[in-house]
């Protein structure tokens, strides 16, 4: 059985991803910030999941969660690398420092401890059966902004392009030994990570739906359709690569609005 972690698994994009991932039949750990609502979380899923209070920022916690996954399950299979916070906002000129390392350290420090302690599991354990076995696959999320800048988005942007750099340099260290590492870069989503910035006036839906190819925001259960792609042995030739996932927002460089939308007859 496919042993996952999921970080940031409470809520949003990662639980969608538990949930997906449970349904295709692999024993889920849901990591989170908050321990409680990853149990519950857990619990929904069914007897087999584990939900595990967890700060990726911090090394002793996540050195205990590798830990305690391996002492319940096993091996680990799968990483994702979920777990993320929104931008400060405002003019970069006006930006603070703490919370500039605060946005950095979850989603690049937090990317990388989890990763280094998973890779050291992975690379010890046994490749999976098949033709093309793998011993372990590692998805982390990016964002459109790792691609295109967004005003007053500073620190999530460098994290996320930091996110498609770390991406690409373990993909590359860790291809031979099996280990295959990808990024899924999503444009917006409907999550409690999006209603906050539209609460605090700094994402306009409308103007939104207008930019996106597509015409409006990605569901959670989309994301975590693209994550467990490259997951799967379907992704067995696929490493280092990050995998759009946006309604063709970063596709799109005309002007908004454009010519007149095409739309079915
Ligand atoms: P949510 O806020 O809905 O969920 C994120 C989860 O991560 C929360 O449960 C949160 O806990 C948890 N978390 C935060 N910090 C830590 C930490 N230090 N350790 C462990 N868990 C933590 O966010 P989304 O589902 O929207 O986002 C998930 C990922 O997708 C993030 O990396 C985000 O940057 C990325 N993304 C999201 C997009 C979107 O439009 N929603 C677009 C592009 C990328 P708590 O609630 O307690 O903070």
Known sequence: MTIAIVTGAADGIGWAT???????????VLADLRGESARERAAELGAAHIGLACDVTSEASVISLVEQVLSQCGRIDVLVNNAGIGDQGGA?????????????????????????????????????E???GCRG?????????ASAGIPGRNAYGAAKAGIVGMTKAMAVEWGLAGVRVNAVAPGYVRTALVEKLQAEGLLNTDAIHARTPMGRMGAPAEIAEAIAFLASPQASYIT?????????????????????????S
């Open 92 to 128: 970069t000129v006006d930006q603070r420092l703490d919370a500039f390392d605060r946005v950095l350290g979850v989603h690049l420090r937090g990317t990388f401890l989890m990763s280094r302690e998973v890779a050291r599991v992975m690379l010890a354990q046994a490749p999976l």
């Open 130 to 132: 098949g033709p093309h």
């Open 240 to 264: 280092g690569s990050v995998l759009q996932v946006d309604g063709g927002w970063i596709a799109h460089g005309g002007a908004i609005p454009s010519v007149p939308p095409v739309v079915a």
């Open 18 to 28: 538990a949930q997906r991932f449970a349904a295709g039949g692999a024993r889920v």
């Open 137 to 145: 696959a590692i998805v982390n999320i990016a964002s459109i902004v």
